[in-house]
């Protein structure tokens, strides 16, 4: 089992930026992948951004060049960096940590960006 705890987030202007981190316990060395999703009132779940355990990364097209996905390997946290934020971006902002068998999610966290 992984238990993932969620912080950040909260209220931001246009162009501010916000950080995002997710922390993981329990059987962490069998984590692979970490992520991080977002879900906007009436939208679909969507990938923000991925990093692989060796340091890949991925990101929506979206957020290129102003979001950047973060790992720290040896305490099992992902951080996601988020600047030149957009009203749009406003979301339910959820990290998700993969192992060979599932998927587990952390508690989502309200990201509000005003224009």
């Known amino acids: 089992q992984v238990q993932l705890v969620v912080s950040g987030g909260g209220l931001v202007q246009a162009g501010g930026s916000l950080r995002l981190s997710c922390a993981a316990s329990?059987?962490?060395?069998?984590?692979?992948?970490m992520a991080w999703y977002r879900q906007a009132p009436g939208k679909q779940r969507e990938l923000v951004a991925v990093?692989?355990?060796?340091?890949?990364?991925n990101y929506a097209d979206s957020v290129k060049g102003r979001f950047t996905i973060s790992r720290d390997n040896a305490k099992i946290t992902t951080d996601l960096q988020m600047s030149s934020l957009k009203p749009e971006d406003t979301a339910v902002y959820y990290c998700?940590?993969?192992?060979?068998?599932?998927?587990?999610w952390g508690q989502g966290t309200q990201v509000t960006v005003s224009s």
């Open positions: 998700t940590a993969v192992t060979f068998t599932r998927a587990y």
């Open positions: 329990g059987s962490i060395v069998s984590i692979n992948t």
């Open positions: 990093i692989m355990r060796g340091g890949g990364t």
